[in-house]
């Protein structure tokens, strides 16, 4: 039997070596690095009982390899380790999420010296303010000076650690999508138009436009979101449904993103070049968690393909 099951996603600046020792509950799913941004992303998944120890293990070898004032990249950050979301996979409950989320950050600041934490989501209490919110109330849009931080847990920030997000919520999903164009204002555009906090826009989605290897990418991250269950779970839906401890949720299908993107871009004389799904979506990392977990592969993104196509 597998234990509950959750994720853990390390977002942090990228000149970093992460190593760590094997547990039979724990994988890593998926390792991403992007040159451009300066930003790499880790994905772990383990039992709730492991998930804190992992994640904690995976921070320190990060903190010992990063400093903040000798890196630079396009995409906005406050923290060498940016940001540590906790997702709920299988038979565990976000509020028990947010549980390990704030376990994390007592862990984190008690062991790294500098180190600095934020909380949202279910780990931010009783406030629960979400992502978005605490980045724009801490300026990590507009990078901030550091002296004008206030942190939830640890030190004032400093320059080497920088200021840490840790909290927990249902599933995020990462989907990007390029434009074959240079114009930064056009690809704003663009993500206003589909951001979920514009009235035509698609609900759940975050979304952000960068300059990436020579062209614009879309960044959005998805949120699901509870109350609209759908039946159907084809690419061509607009929402994909799932469930966990019975709650269900919803999420917008990278498909139609893409579709809205390209018509969107299309509109204004340009097209796309593709999509880059960063990670899985909310169901395919669940199977891929399960399998791995219960095959003890502690190392899954090797194999990843080989395994699920």
Same mark, same amino acid.
């Not at 997000?165 to 204002?185: E, H, K, R």
């Given at each position: 039997?597998i234990?509950?099951? =959750?994720?853990?996603?390390?977002q942090?600046l990228?000149?970093?070596?992460?190593?760590?020792?094997?547990?039979?509950?724990?994988?890593?799913l998926?390792?991403?690095?992007?040159q451009?941004?300066?930003?790499?992303?880790?994905?772990?998944a383990?039992?709730?009982?492991?998930?804190?120890?992992s994640v904690l293990?995976?921070?320190?070898?990060?903190?010992?390899?990063?400093?903040?004032?000798?890196?630079?990249?396009?995409?906005p950050?406050?923290?060498?380790?940016?940001?540590?979301?906790?997702?709920?996979?299988?038979?565990?409950?976000v509020?028990?999420?947010?549980?390990?989320?704030?376990?994390?950050?007592?862990?984190?600041?008690?062991?790294v010296p500098?180190?600095?934490?934020?909380?949202?989501?279910?780990?931010?209490?009783?406030a629960?303010?979400?992502?978005?919110?605490?980045?724009?109330?801490?300026?990590?849009f507009?990078?901030?000076?550091?002296?004008?931080?206030?942190?939830?847990?640890? =030190?004032?920030?400093?320059?080497?650690?920088?200021?840490?997000?840790?909290g927990?919520?249902p599933?995020?999903?990462?989907?990007?999508?390029?434009?074959?164009s240079?114009?930064?204002?056009?690809g704003?555009?663009?993500?206003? =138009?589909?951001?979920?906090?514009?009235?035509?826009?698609?609900?759940?989605?975050?979304?952000?436009?960068f300059p990436?290897?020579?062209?614009?990418?879309?960044a959005?991250?998805?949120?699901?979101?509870?109350?609209?269950?759908v039946t159907?779970?084809s690419?061509?839906?607009?929402?994909m449904?799932?469930?966990?401890?019975?709650d269900?949720?919803?999420y917008?299908?990278?498909?139609y993103?893409?579709?809205?993107?390209?018509?969107?871009?299309?509109?204004?004389?340009?097209?796309?070049i593709?999509?880059a799904?960063?990670?899985?979506?909310?169901?395919e990392?669940?199977?891929?968690?399960?399998?791995?977990?219960?095959?003890?592969i502690?190392?899954?993104?090797k194999?990843?393909?080989?395994?699920?196509?």
């Amino acid at each position: 039997m597998i234990s509950p099951l =959750a994720l853990g996603l390390l977002q942090f600046l990228q000149d970093s070596r992460i190593r760590g020792k094997k547990h039979p509950e724990v994988s890593v799913l998926n390792i991403f690095s992007d040159q451009d941004y300066n930003r790499s992303v880790i994905t772990i998944a383990a039992s709730i009982d492991e998930l804190n120890n992992s994640v904690l293990a995976a921070c320190l070898e990060a903190f010992q390899s990063i400093d903040m004032e000798v890196q630079e990249g396009i995409h906005p950050c406050l923290g060498a380790v940016d940001l540590i979301p906790i997702y709920p996979l299988t038979d565990v409950g976000v509020e028990e999420c947010g549980a390990v989320a704030r376990s994390l950050a007592e862990n984190l600041v008690l062991h790294v010296p500098g180190s600095s934490v934020f909380l949202f989501g279910e780990a931010d209490l009783p406030a629960k303010r979400t992502l978005v919110q605490r980045r724009k109330q801490l300026g990590w849009f507009t990078r901030r000076d550091f002296s004008a931080l206030e942190p939830d847990l640890g =030190a004032a920030p400093a320059r080497r650690c920088g200021l840490t997000g840790i909290g927990a919520s249902p599933y995020v999903m990462n989907c990007n999508v390029t434009i074959d164009s240079q114009d930064l204002a056009l690809g704003k555009e663009i993500a206003s =138009a589909i951001r979920g906090s514009n009235a035509s826009g698609l609900k759940g989605v975050q979304a952000m436009a960068f300059p990436h290897e020579g062209k614009i990418e879309i960044a959005c991250n998805v949120e699901s979101f509870e109350g609209q269950e759908v039946t159907e779970t084809s690419e061509d839906t607009r929402y994909m449904a799932y469930s966990v401890l019975g709650d269900h949720f919803s999420y917008v299908s990278p498909h139609y993103i893409e579709a809205q993107v390209k018509k969107l871009a299309s509109d204004r004389g340009i097209g796309t070049i593709g999509r880059a799904l960063i990670g899985f979506t909310p169901p395919e990392c669940k199977n891929c968690a399960e399998y791995a977990i219960k095959e003890s592969i502690g190392e899954f993104w090797k194999i990843r393909e080989g395994v699920f196509m």
